[in-house]
């Protein structure tokens, strides 16, 4: 058997039942039909009427751990104290606030799925996908980027100086940070 990390960062605390029926179908594609799902007892989602119910129409059984105990949920509580660890550490040497967090952890997780283990003597990306990782595109998080103004006038700027918040799930295009706006665009 072969394990993955996915990565969904959500905004809210209700459940991500859309996010949930995308990982789904991902799964179906490629055969796979989860059985349990666990959560951390005391968090919002064993609590959730909504996901329990979505649970019970994917005929998946939920498996509760005590609270505040993560140590019982097994293998996966260290990929995220390692992506935890990482993020804080991109965020820092960055210079950029916790609402970015996001982003750090996309990226970090990212660089995780890319990184060798030797538990499976590849990587995670390589043992899902049977194919090496492509890292030639990989770029420091929170670097300066110089985005390319669309249609500047004779005597505007050509570029924007900004900061990468790491690629979008198509790996075409990056996100960044426009520090005179404070917005993330795309580019």
Known sequence: KTRNLWDFPTASKR??????????????????????????????????????????????TLETTGGFASWLNGRVERPHRTIANKVRAMLF?????????????????DTYRYTFHSAIQKTPHEAWYNTKPHIN????????????????????????????????????IIRWLDPHTNQVKHA
Request: aromatic share 12%.
């Open 15 to 60: 459940p991500p039942l859309t996010i949930l029926n995308y990982f789904l179908a991902m799964l179906r594609k490629e055969s796979i039909s989860p059985i349990t799902i666990r959560v951390d007892e005391d968090g919002a989602l064993a609590r959730s009427s909504e996901f329990t119910s979505f649970l019970v129409t994917n005929n998946i």
């Open 137 to 172: 595109n990989l770029r420091i998080w929170g670097c300066v980027v110089y985005v390319r103004v669309p249609h500047p006038k004779k005597l505007d700027d050509r570029v924007i100086r900004g900061y990468f918040l790491g690629f979008t799930k198509s790996r075409l």
């Open 93 to 109: 040497n960055a210079g950029l606030s916790n609402k970015f967090w996001c982003y750090a952890a996309e990226a970090a997780a």
